[in-house]
Each structure stands twice: as C-alpha cells, then as structure tokens.
C-alpha cells in the first residue's frame, strides 16, 4: 500500500508521559498500526541522537526526524538538513546569559555545555532525584557547531532573552520551567515542509500531534493539528481538534477519532 501522508509527533508530552518518563503502551501501538498508511516522524526540540534521546528514538522508529526545532532533519541514517546558528549571535547570548545569571546551553552527543550549570543541576535533582549529566564549559561551543540552545529556569528568564535578541524565540517548555532558544527563521514547520519536498507531499499531506509552544507553526500549518489534552492553551486555541492527554491514551484516542488505522486493523 502507498503510503497516504506524513503523521508527526512532537515526544515530550506528546509522545512521552513525564508524569512516568515513558511512551505509554497505547501510543507506541499506535504507531506501529500507523506505519502501513503514513511516514512516521518525530518532530521535536532535542537532538534525538543524544544520550538521553536515543531510547525513544529506538522505541518509535521513526522514518525521519525533525531535530532541534527544524535545525536538522534525518530520513534514517541520512542527513537532509543542516543549520548552525550564527557565531557572533551566540557569543552575544553567552555573554548575556552568564552575566544575567541563566542556564544556557545545549547537550551535544553525551556531554551537556551549559552556563550556570547549578541550575540545571538542581532542576535535575527536583524531577530526578539525580543528575548524571556529563557538564563541560559551555564557553567550548564557541568553537564548534551549534544550531539551537536551552534555557533552563523561570518563564521570565525566557522572556527577557527573547526581548534582548529579537532574531530569537523562546518557545516554552509545557511546563514553563525552560524553553527552546532558535532563530526566528528555524520551526518544525519549515521542517516539515522540507519533508514534504523530499517525499512528494503537501503540507495538506501532514497531521501533526503536539503540545507546547515549539508546536505552534506546526499545529496551524499542517493539514490536519492536533493538540493534546494537556497542551498550553495557546496551542489548543489554533488546532483543529483536541485529544485526551498524554497519560489518559491522547495518541491512541485522536487516531481512533479520525479512524487513522486502517480498516482490517481496527476490528482487532
């Protein structure tokens, strides 16, 4: 069967419940009864060949992936897309940043570079009761390659740095305790749409699963958006249907809605 269109998913609930920090049972059989009709993709703000990622990656086997809110995008073991964030921006967010007292940075492959690393030490300890986190001096990432970048901390701290630099967003986290840093121009959105031209679809073709504020182009712009259950408001505001949340089978539960599974399977 040719496959009918594009089905994304943004992970952090969406995909994976925080309240257990595991994909629940429903939506990872929801994929799998997905796979004949639609490319999988996860869309999401993490580099998913990280440390901390790579299991869920393995988990729902995507066909692609939407890395870092469109920075860099994978069809398997292939690159399609690449952006690095501009040298000169991120020595003045860095500069910014440390005087101001907030946790910036970014993981890249095992080691996490951030600035006022106490902080996301402490946020670890609250939600973990542990941090394993392998710091380096986030000072180094100047002198490699770096498309995104992480605040950890208050809402506010958000907000002041997006009001510093306009050529970025602070998208928030659901949970308003961090949010992504990107350039203005970079979204799943556009990382979608370069999916579609490398598929051969439209942005019609696309049905999009999300929650938070790094969703917000991607919700409106997809053929069919919608928002989980416990997404921010914003979100559910613009999307053309509302699911249960993740922990009561969102995924599992917006699929039967609109009767994604194929026939033969849906009488199981």
């Not at 690449?82 to 492959?109: N, P």
Request: with cysteine.
């Amino acid at each position: 069967m040719n496959k009918q269109g594009i089905i994304s998913f943004d992970l952090d609930q969406t995909l994976l419940d925080h309240s257990i920090y595991r994909i629940p049972e429903s939506a990872l059989k929801a994929v799998e009864k997905l796979r004949e009709r639609f490319y999988i993709v996860l869309s999401t703000g993490r580099d998913m060949d990280n440390y901390y990622s790579r299991e869920y990656k393995e988990q729902v086997g995507p066909d692609a992936i939407i890395h870092m809110n469109g920075t860099k995008i994978t069809v398997g073991d292939k690159m399609i897309y690449d952006h690095e964030m501009d040298r000169e921006l991120l020595e003045r967010i860095f500069s910014y940043a440390d005087k101001a007292g907030y946790a910036v940075g970014v993981t890249i492959g095992d080691e996490d570079y951030y600035l006022h690393q106490e902080i996301v030490r402490a946020m670890d300890l609250e939600r973990w009761g542990e941090c394993g986190r392998k710091f380096r001096d986030a000072w180094k990432l100047l002198d490699g390659r770096v498309r995104t970048l992480a605040y950890i901390g208050r809402e506010e701290g958000a907000k002041d740095l997006e009001a510093h630099f306009p050529e970025l967003k602070c998208l928030l986290f659901a949970g308003k305790r961090g949010a992504d840093v990107v350039e203005k121009e970079a979204s799943k959105a556009k990382g979608l749409q370069r999916l579609c031209d490398y598929y051969g679809y439209s942005m019609k073709d696309v049905i999009a699963f999300g929650d938070s504020m790094n969703d917000y182009e991607m919700i409106c712009q997809a053929g069919l958006g919608i928002a989980m259950g416990n997404a921010i408001e914003e979100l559910k505001e613009v999307a053309d249907y509302i699911t249960t949340s993740v922990s009561d089978d969102g995924i599992w539960n917006g699929c039967q809605h609109f009767h994604f599974f194929v026939r033969e399977e849906e009488t199981d």
